[in-house]
């Protein structure tokens, strides 16, 4: 039991597994603050009028967060890595946990925007003050008229209130606000917590030592770079080919005939090679050495996404 434990909790290394991924997601953080700053100026405006209000206000502050989930799901090439992976080979390499927590990986990525917007727009405290503002009792404001109601609540966010009432719409904003930024706090507490204790079980689970998982990230970090940059000269040059056979010519400038001169292409990859280089990768190890990669794997010759007799596999997944 306490294997099996130990083997799912290495998911978790897929946060924060490397000085990039905390660069990107703090800067999806601050180009999400920017985008909620310009909001409040531009776009939010309450309608200061009863159940229209919590609605207005409850949208404000979750559409734009659900949006921002799905634009960061959409990014996260693992979803795409997992699509293929179950496509291609089925989820059967994988329990119930491991799979859970592969979701779970996605979404911790997709869930800095949201989380960000929330966050400011709680500390900002205008959607909270806009959603709740009628549903304040009147009781709990000393020496509020009686003759007033929910209907003159919910116009406190606005300006066109009864004279008489201005000390206790400062009295009632002040106390949203006050909720609403409480509430912020809360969160950036829960969210720094849960942080802290997923670098904690992600040093304390990882089957690699400290160096040998960073010279893992600079492989994965070159290999992508050097395989987009390959691939983008390759298919130009197999672009070029198929033009020059079709026209008998192709308009070529310096650099690109220079390209088709230096590095000719006689074929492309066929289909399972593609394949084998595309998914969710388990790392593992074969005869005692280490495979960083499916496209490290594919290069050696191992076959398979399981343990066989000659290797061993650790579910560490790659980020």
């Given at each position: 039991?306490?294997?099996?434990?130990?083997?799912?909790?290495?998911?978790?290394?897929?946060?924060?597994?490397?000085?990039?991924?905390?660069?990107?997601?703090?800067?999806?953080?601050?180009?999400?603050?920017?985008?909620?700053?310009?909001?409040?100026?531009?776009?939010?405006?309450?309608?200061?009028?009863?159940?229209?209000?919590?609605?207005?206000?409850?949208?404000?502050?979750?559409?734009?967060?659900?949006?921002?989930?799905?634009?960061?799901?959409?990014?996260?090439?693992?979803?795409?890595?997992?699509?293929?992976?179950?496509?291609?080979?089925?989820?059967?390499?994988?329990?119930?946990?491991?799979?859970?927590?592969?979701?779970?990986?996605?979404?911790?990525?997709?869930?800095?925007?949201?989380?960000?917007?929330?966050v400011i727009s709680l500390l900002r405290g205008e959607a909270y003050v806009c959603a709740?503002?009628?549903?304040?009792?009147?009781?709990?404001?000393?020496?509020?008229?009686?003759?007033?109601?929910?209907?003159t609540l919910a116009r406190f966010p606005c300006k066109d209130i009864p004279g008489n009432?201005?000390?206790?719409?400062?009295?009632?904003?002040?106390?949203?606000?006050?909720?609403?930024?409480?509430?912020?706090?809360?969160?950036?507490?829960?969210?720094?917590?849960?942080?802290?204790?997923?670098?904690?079980?992600?040093?304390?689970?990882?089957?690699?030592?400290?160096?040998?998982?960073?010279?893992?990230?600079?492989?994965?970090?070159?290999?992508?770079?050097?395989?987009?940059?390959?691939?983008?000269?390759h298919s130009k040059i197999l672009a070029a080919n198929n033009v020059k056979q079709f026209?008998?010519?192709?308009?070529?400038?310096?650099?690109?005939?220079?390209?088709?001169?230096?590095?000719?292409?006689?074929?492309?990859?066929?289909?399972?090679?593609?394949?084998?280089?595309?998914?969710?990768?388990?790392?593992?190890?074969?005869?005692?050495?280490?495979?960083?990669?499916?496209?490290?794997?594919?290069?050696?010759?191992?076959?398979?996404?399981?343990?066989?007799?000659?290797?061993?596999?650790?579910?560490?997944?790659?980020?």
């Amino acid at each position: 039991m306490a294997a099996l434990i130990t083997e799912n909790f290495r998911f978790l290394s897929l946060f924060f597994k490397s000085k990039d991924v905390m660069i990107f997601n703090g800067l999806v953080a601050l180009g999400t603050v920017g985008s909620q700053e310009l909001f409040s100026v531009v776009a939010f405006h309450c309608p200061c009028s009863p159940a229209r209000n919590y609605i207005y206000g409850l949208a404000a502050i979750g559409v734009p967060a659900l949006a921002l989930f799905l634009i960061g799901v959409i990014w996260n090439n693992h979803t795409w890595n997992l699509v293929a992976e179950c496509h291609k080979r089925g989820a059967k390499n994988f329990s119930a946990a491991a799979t859970f927590l592969l979701f779970g990986s996605i979404i911790g990525r997709a869930a800095v925007a949201p989380v960000t917007w929330s966050v400011i727009s709680l500390l900002r405290g205008e959607a909270y003050v806009c959603a709740l503002s009628e549903f304040v009792d009147p009781a709990s404001l000393d020496k509020f008229p009686s003759r007033y109601g929910p209907e003159t609540l919910a116009r406190f966010p606005c300006k066109d209130i009864p004279g008489n009432l201005t000390s206790f719409k400062e009295e009632v904003i002040r106390r949203l606000r006050y909720e609403s930024q409480l509430f912020g706090w809360l969160l950036i507490g829960v969210i720094a917590v849960l942080v802290f204790l997923t670098k904690c079980l992600k040093h304390c689970c990882s089957p690699l030592g400290y160096r040998q998982e960073g010279y893992w990230s600079q492989y994965r970090s070159s290999e992508a770079k050097l395989f987009e940059r390959t691939a983008e000269v390759h298919s130009k040059i197999l672009a070029a080919n198929n033009v020059k056979q079709f026209f008998g010519f192709v308009a070529l400038n310096k650099e690109e005939k220079e390209l088709v001169e230096e590095f000719p292409v006689e074929g492309v990859q066929p289909s399972p090679q593609w394949n084998a280089i595309t998914g969710v990768y388990i790392y593992r190890e074969n005869k005692g050495f280490p495979l960083y990669s499916r496209l490290h794997k594919w290069a050696k010759g191992v076959e398979g996404n399981g343990p066989g007799p000659d290797g061993q596999e650790m579910v560490f997944l790659a980020t």
